[in-house]
């Protein structure tokens, strides 16, 4: 039976990866945005599978479990800031990683539209939301590489090779929001050609746009409202002792 240790860094690790091979995804819109579609196609084909279907959000269920449950269990939140910031990091990061699960897979699954840089970033012009796509993984690759470093900082061959681990955690996400920047550059332009938007990624219907934001706004709720009930439990298990 895995620890709850090796459960949390082993779910972590999957989701940092997943993180990662988004990141570089973007990066590849420094070479082309045909570059970039291309593999996001091979990406598709591996975390759409069963198989990566069972171990990304296994991964997930089990890391933000553990994640509530340890928030629940802390006697003190009175922590080094950068142990409140890595917390606050991995807790913020699902508000932002459901509307690109809902919009991505639950959209493909009920709609049939595979995710493509150039619908979505088509959409995100239109709409003015191009710096919240940027920011979007931003919590969860800030969270996870604390994450990654306090768990491995006691190893001697960890340290040897940190500053490589140092240099990819910096240098991935800038090259990331290059990459995003020069696609949707190329993208605008393309916009406006009248030939190239007759043939372009066909959009999501509006009501079927109106399902996903709700379904999205509704997974939203759930979540807010099991991390607060989490901290109403912890306020009523510190007033319980108090009053002992």
């Not at 490589?164 to 990331?176: D, E, G, K, N, Y």
């Not at 372009?200 to 219907?205: D, S, T």
């Amino acid at each position: 039976m895995p620890s709850i240790h090796n459960l949390r860094l082993g779910s972590g690790l999957v989701m940092w990866v997943y993180i990662a091979t988004h990141l570089l995804n973007h990066a590849l819109g420094l070479w082309s945005l045909a570059a970039a579609e291309q593999a996001l196609r091979l990406a598709i084909v591996v975390w759409h599978s069963w198989l990566g279907t069972l171990i990304l959000y296994g991964a997930f269920a089990t890391h933000l479990t553990l994640a509530l449950t340890g928030l629940y269990q802390r006697h003190t939140l009175r922590l080094p800031p950068q142990e409140l910031l890595r917390i606050a990091f991995g807790l913020s990061f699902p508000l932002l990683l459901v509307g690109h699960a809902v919009s991505a897979r639950i959209g493909y699954e009920w709609y049939g539209l595979l995710p493509q840089y150039q619908r979505v970033i088509e959409s995100l012009i239109s709409s003015g939301n191009e710096g919240r796509q940027i920011a979007l993984l931003a919590p969860g690759w800030l969270h996870g590489c604390m994450g990654l470093n306090v768990a491995f900082r006691h190893r001697a061959s960890y340290l040897r090779w940190r500053w490589l681990f140092v240099t990819l955690a910096i240098a991935l996400p800038l090259a990331s929001a290059a990459g995003f920047v020069l696609m949707s550059q190329e993208i605008a332009q393309l916009l406006q050609d009248p030939a190239w938007r007759s043939q372009r990624a066909e959009q999501l219907p509006v009501a079927d746009a109106k399902s996903l934001g709700d379904l999205r706004d509704q997974l939203l709720n759930i979540y807010v409202g099991l991390l607060m009930a989490v901290l109403l439990a912890r306020t009523m298990r510190w007033a319980r002792q108090r009053s002992a």
